[in-house]
Nanobody, 121 residues
């Protein structure tokens, strides 16, 4: 079992910044792909940013140049630095981590519980 705990969300004014963190714990042998998704009220969950195959990053067009995804392998933690926030960034943000467990090297695909980000105009 791999658990993810997200932190860093909250209320911020437009133009402000927040940094989300996602700490993974449990039986982890390796972490391969990490990503942040978000879901606004009445909308489908969408990919915000991801790191795949170790160091290749992808961003949604709507956040390019404003958001930065990063990871600290030693801490098994993923970050999402969000700058120049806009009201349309308001959503519940979810962390997703894929990797292998320590026991039996089984693949895992874990999700965080979600954290609210609200940007006021």
């Amino acid at each position: 079992q791999v658990q993810l705990v997200e932190s860093g969300g909250g209320l911020v004014q437009a133009g402000g910044s927040l940094r989300l963190s996602c700490a993974a714990s449990g039986s982890i042998f390796s972490i391969n792909n990490v990503a942040w998704y978000r879901q606004a009220p009445g909308k489908q969950r969408e990919l915000v940013a991801r790191i795949i195959s170790g160091d290749s990053t992808n961003y949604a067009d709507s956040v390019k140049g404003r958001f930065t995804i990063s990871r600290d392998n030693a801490k098994n933690t993923v970050y999402l630095q969000m700058n120049s926030l806009k009201p349309e960034d308001t959503a519940v943000y979810y962390c997703n981590v894929q990797g292998l467990t320590r026991i039996a090297r089984r693949s895992f695909d874990s999700w965080g519980q979600g954290i609210q980000v609200t940007v006021s105009s």
